[in-house]
């Protein structure tokens, strides 16, 4: 059933109804209608379907701040390779696509080169397993991610708990997405006509969470899920809003997501962290729109164990990955694409990240033939 | 690392809070303590960062499926 959201067939005969409609919808607004996602998983999606060539000339799709470590602010980045430059007793764990991400002088990967001990965990459950095999090692698990990862920490956290360990903890830059998508909508040189929400947040806090993006901002929003014909349905559907002029928060993605999410999740991330306002890139500070470790887990929590101070932090020179996350320009737009910056030779987190905006364009979609 | 990927319960263990599920034919261990539905193998879970966070329900799916033969046969 699945691979059948997948079928190139039906995708085609679904091609002939979409590309009308959204040629319709850019003659009503005499330009492309301009559609924004806000997931790291979304932006592969689209680029490896080859949807935004299809439709090229009608429907931009733009992505936003969608990939957590490309949002990750410079500060928390040279706050992580401070600690282990400096701390290389520590094991730093961590989710493998932060390696490359350049701070203001280094990065992870230059400072395991040098002797930190950097460990590459694809969950969190495998770095306090491996902390439970170590003991004489200290591992501090760096937590980036959205609401679907903070859970996951969160669950690392009370398996360290009961198990009694006291050589395991978390640096918390865990980011959430309706905030920074309030912030995003209040900008007033923001031009989106529509927005596909992020399915797998939406399937931890519920499509009601999102009911503000329509109601309060009045841009139409569809929870889209990841296969081909998912986003095509999303995409449908937020072009049926637009055509007739309403504005509503929709379930695309109802095989998964429900109107109040999952409350197991929502539960223990509530029981874990406590909001707090942090800065994000491209965007600056955004008011309770991170999470941070209870105080009462103080002792699992390595912003608290382990503080580093770090003096000015400064994005790459030239690298737009702050106006490519608030969706003001395309990645080809930026003068350093796959000309100074390349996934080879990253010059900020949009192209390091696989699920960076710039790495999935250049992956998928960018041809030499363009520059 | 922001990376959902659907898989197929094979094998789960209610008391110590597991499931063997398998993704394009690889075979992995995923917890399922943030899942409140009673899983039995051939359901189909969302993982992410090594824990399941939602059940899939294939009935919603067809049905997804279904409204797209009837727009497409709209004409």
Redesign the interface.
């Known amino acids: 059933?699945?691979d059948?959201?997948r079928d190139p067939e039906?995708g085609k005969?679904?091609l002939s109804?979409l590309a009308p409609l959204a040629q319709e919808v850019a003659g009503r607004l005499g330009r492309p209608a301009i559609l924004m996602e806000v997931?790291?998983?979304h932006t592969?999606a689209i680029a490896r379907s080859g949807l935004r060539s299809l439709l090229a000339g009608s429907l931009e799709l733009r992505s936003g701040p969608?990939?957590?470590?490309c949002v990750t602010g410079q500060g928390d980045i040279d706050r992580i390779i401070a600690l282990a430059a400096s701390r290389p007793d520590l094991v730093i764990g961590t989710?493998?696509?932060?390696l490359r991400v350049s701070g203001t002088n280094s990065s992870l990967e230059q400072e395991r080169a040098r002797g930190a001990q950097v460990e590459i965990f694809?969950?969190?459950?495998?770095a306090v397993t491996f902390a439970a095999g170590h003991p004489q090692n200290e591992v501090v698990f760096l937590g980036?991610?959205?609401e679907?990862?903070a859970?996951?920490?969160a669950?690392s956290v009370a398996v360290a708990r009961s198990r009694g360990l006291k050589n395991y903890s978390v640096l918390s830059v865990h980011k959430l997405v309706p905030p920074v998508l309030e912030n995003l909508l209040s900008d007033p040189e923001l031009k989106i006509d529509g927005l596909l929400l992020p399915?797998?947040v939406c399937?931890?806090t519920g499509r009601k969470a999102f009911d503000f993006v329509a109601n309060k901002f009045n841009v139409p929003a569809v929870v889209a899920g990841?296969e081909p014909?998912?986003l095509m349905?999303a995409i449908y559907l937020l072009l049926k809003q637009i055509v007739s002029g309403r504005a509503e928060t929709v379930n695309g993605y109802?095989?998964?997501?429900r109107e109040d999410g999952?409350?197991?999740?929502k539960e223990?991330m509530k029981e874990y962290f406590k909001p707090v306002n942090v800065y994000w890139r491209g965007f600056g500070m955004v008011p309770q729109s991170g999470l941070a470790l209870q105080e009462s887990l103080s002792f699992y929590d390595a912003a608290v164990r382990f503080p580093v101070e770090v003096s000015e932090s400064v994005p790459p020179k030239g690298c737009a990955c702050g106006d490519v996350l608030k969706g003001k320009i395309a990645s080809s737009d930026c003068p350093l694409f796959a000309r100074r910056c390349t996934p080879l030779q990253p010059v900020g987190p949009c192209m390091v990240?696989t699920?960076g905006a710039c790495a999935a364009y250049y992956q998928y979609e960018w041809s030499k033939a363009e520059v | 690392?922001?990376?959902?990927i659907?898989g197929k319960v094979v094998e789960v263990n209610q008391a110590e809070s597991w499931a063997i599920v398998e993704s394009f034919g690889v075979r992995k261990k995923v917890?399922i303590?943030?899942?409140?539905e009673d899983l039995v193998p051939g359901d189909?879970l969302?993982v992410?960062?090594?824990?399941a966070?939602?059940?899939?329900?294939?009935?919603?799916?067809?049905?997804?499926?279904e409204l797209?033969e009837e727009?497409?046969h709209a004409g």
């Not at chain 1, 694809?122 to 495998?126: F, H, K, T, V």
């Not at chain 1, 109802?254 to 997501?257: A, D």
Request: proline residues 6%; glycine residues 10%; charged residues 15%.
């Open positions: 059933m699945l059948k959201l039906l005969r679904i109804k997931c790291g998983t592969m969608g990939c957590p470590v989710f493998g696509d932060m694809y969950s969190p459950a495998e980036v991610g959205f679907t990862t859970p996951a920490v669950l399915g797998h399937t931890v990841f014909i998912d349905e109802p095989r998964l997501v999952n409350n197991k999740a223990i990240s699920e | 690392m922001c990376l959902g659907p917890g303590a943030l899942i409140d189909y969302m992410h960062a090594g824990y966070i939602g059940k899939i329900n294939l009935d919603d799916a067809q049905i997804s499926l797209w727009i497409l």
